[in-house]
């Protein structure tokens, strides 16, 4: 089993940079791929970015791509995701999840998740 518990949400104005963490439990932590997604009111989960195991390969997602980083420090039992240039369209609960395998994971199908962490973007 796995916990995941995401923080660095809050309310921001566009042009602003958010650096979002997510915690994880558990030793195996470190060995999972692991990934963002985000869902706005009324809409559909959308997936952002994902991370290998070992940090070495990552996916972003078009829509997000230029502006959003993901990155981890598995000493920290931690995954990062690093957003710029933020848009109010931007706003969102992004959550964190995790995978069974250690390989990439672009599909967005993952086993487990964090509850979110709330982003709002002022104009």
């Known amino acids: 089993q796995v916990q995941l518990v995401e923080s660095g949400g809050g309310l921001v104005q566009a042009g602003d940079s958010l650096r979002l963490s997510c915690a994880g439990s558990?030793?195996?932590?470190?060995?999972?791929?692991m990934g963002w997604a985000r869902q706005a009111p009324g809409k559909a989960r959308e997936f952002l970015a994902a991370?290998?195991?070992?940090?070495?390969?990552?996916y972003i997602a078009d829509s997000v791509k230029g502006r959003f980083t993901v990155s981890r420090d598995n000493a920290k039992n931690t995954l990062y995701l690093n957003m710029i240039s933020l848009k109010p369209e931007d706003t969102a609960v992004y959550y964190c999840a995790a995978a069974m395998t250690g390989a990439l994971v672009t599909s967005g199908t993952y086993d487990y998740w964090g509850q979110g962490t709330q982003v709002t973007v002022s104009s």
């Open positions: 558990g030793r195996t932590f470190s060995s999972r791929a």
């Open positions: 991370i290998n195991w070992s940090g070495t390969s990552t």
